[in-house]
């Protein structure tokens, strides 16, 4: 779907101007190849400061501030407001997910027997679910460690493999870096606090066990720090508990 804009888009880089119709329909097409037209009602371009320079409101509209300069790096912009896009997205499809958990997973019978992909859907649903009723009720804490909660850790990532897989769509000449994995890498260990040296460390403490495992219930703690149904990247998507163990092998990774 973005190779239709291909030429729009050269046309504004050669014109060496953002061209703003050209984003929002490219826009619209991402919401509606994600089927998600019932939860945004429509995005904002602003020159106003917006938190974080992006926001998706509680009535569904999407807010992204321009103000920033976009000269001399055009196609860099373009990335950049594609990035904002994609986060404040993800935070739209957490708003899907949490609605199919009242109007499906709340109304099956006890005696279900759940599939493996249900049980995804389940802890990813508890993970934003209570992280996202935490940061409501605790804006300071939120506000201060912001990238910790479930739903912004993953918001992060996403952006940046949603933004990197689209912008290769739409120039596909344009051949991933090779610090690209290292990158993704950098984006899943984010707010993980353990020794750099892999070797010496015992303990991981992951991003939600740093907000939400003081205000949640010890079957809530159980469910999340399950490592038999999401695989690492899963988890650590969603900054759940990882053993010492794992984290060696994403730092060997790293290294390699």
């Known amino acids: 779907m973005a190779n239709k804009y291909r030429e729009d888009f050269f046309k504004s880089i050669r014109n060496k101007k953002f061209n703003t119709d050209l984003f929002l329909d490219m826009a619209e097409d991402i919401i509606k190849e994600r089927e998600l037209t019932s939860y945004i009602k429509g995005i904002t371009l602003t020159n106003k400061e917006c938190q974080d320079n992006g926001s998706y409101r509680p009535d569904g509209m999407i807010r992204i501030g321009l103000k920033r300069s976009y000269a001399p790096n055009l196609p860099y912009y373009y990335y950049d407001i594609f990035s904002i896009l994609f986060h404040e997205l993800c935070h739209a499809e ?31 649903i508890v993970a934003i679910g209570k992280s996202w009723n935490y940061a409501r ?13 479930s739903l912004e850790h993953e918001a992060i990532y996403r ?11 739409l120039v596909p000449e344009i051949e991933l870096p090779e610090s690209y994995n290292k990158a993704k890498i950098q984006l899943l260990l984010s707010e993980y606090d353990y020794n750099k040296n892999y070797k010496l460390f015992r303990k991981v ?38 053993t010492s163990t794992e984290m060696n092998k994403v730092l060997r990774k790293y290294k390699d």
């Open 205 to 242: 403490v992951s991003p939600v066990e740093k907000v939400l495992f003081d205000n949640v219930d010890k079957r809530t703690k159980k469910l999340l720090s399950r490592k038999d149904i999401l695989n690492l990247e899963e988890r650590m998507v969603l900054g759940l508990p990882i």
């Open 94 to 124: 957490q708003k899907k997910l949490l609605a199919k958990n009242k109007e499906y997973y709340s109304k099956l019978p006890l005696d279900h027997i759940y599939t493996n992909k249900e049980m995804k859907e389940i802890i990813r």
């Open 159 to 169: 952006s940046f493999v949603d933004t990197t897989a689209y912008m290769q769509k």
């Open 137 to 149: 009720n605790n804006k300071e804490v939120y506000s201060k460690k912001h990238n910790c909660f």
